[in-house]
């Protein structure tokens, strides 16, 4: 939503039901599903989706901002764990549960992590800061390659949601990433 205002209630009831139908055809078709259905299956127009959610990228972050924003938490909390190996392994299964939230959000997700201007790179700023210490923290304990960089950590991540989609457990394939991503 663009306006800080309140919302009017007949305005407030679209938004909730653009989003709950966005959730359910993204859920059945993925993030490329059509906006027009969207706005057919919730009851509007589709200028009504467009005054909400600008573009495709607004509409995901209102989706995805509140999960976004709860991993960044629990990466602060993992911050405290003694295991700072164990602690990003499972900073890293939550970010794959969300990343494969639905088809095609892996990779948008690790295009927006290069695109300074995109909706996706702006929600996912607390999760980037608290993953770079997570990284910073198994690095450092001597258990994660000292030569990664934080944003190559979560590429990988996000590449094994990709595949995951395309065929593959999603936590196997975590696994292995993290087999290549360990000291030796």
Known sequence: MSSTRPLRADARRNYERLLAEARAVFGESGIDA???EIA??????????YRHFPSREVLLEALLGARFDAQAEAAEALLGEDDPLAALRT??????G?????RGLSAATADALNDETSDLYRACRGMRSAAARLVARAQESGQLRADLAPDEVLLMVHAAGWASEHAGDPERLLDLVFAGLCSR
């Open 98 to 102: 969300t990343a494969t939230t639905f």
């Open 40 to 49: 057919r299956r919730a009851g509007v127009g589709i200028g009504t989706l």
């Open 34 to 36: 059509s906006l027009e």
């Open 91 to 96: 900073f890293a299964r939550g970010m794959l």
